[in-house]
């Protein structure tokens, strides 16, 4: 009887697993993988302006 609840725990995590994925599918958070990874870069030169700016 206590396999029925792992089984039940195992595909309710999973529903919930996809219905997450498809959420943010939905509000475009997978459109551009390539962008993330140029973040750091702009934060950088962003401090950097501001530092020779203020000076």
Do not use: T
């Not at 309710?12 to 509000?27: Q, R, T, V």
């Not at 459109?31 to 750091?40: G, I, L, S």
């Amino acid at each position: 009887m206590e396999v029925y609840w792992f089984i039940f725990i195992a595909l309710l995590g999973g529903l919930l697993g996809l219905l997450a994925f498809l959420y943010h599918l939905k509000k475009g958070r997978f459109d551009d993988p390539e962008e993330p990874k140029y973040h750091v870069f702009r934060n950088e030169e962003e401090e950097e302006e501001e530092e020779h700016g203020n000076s």
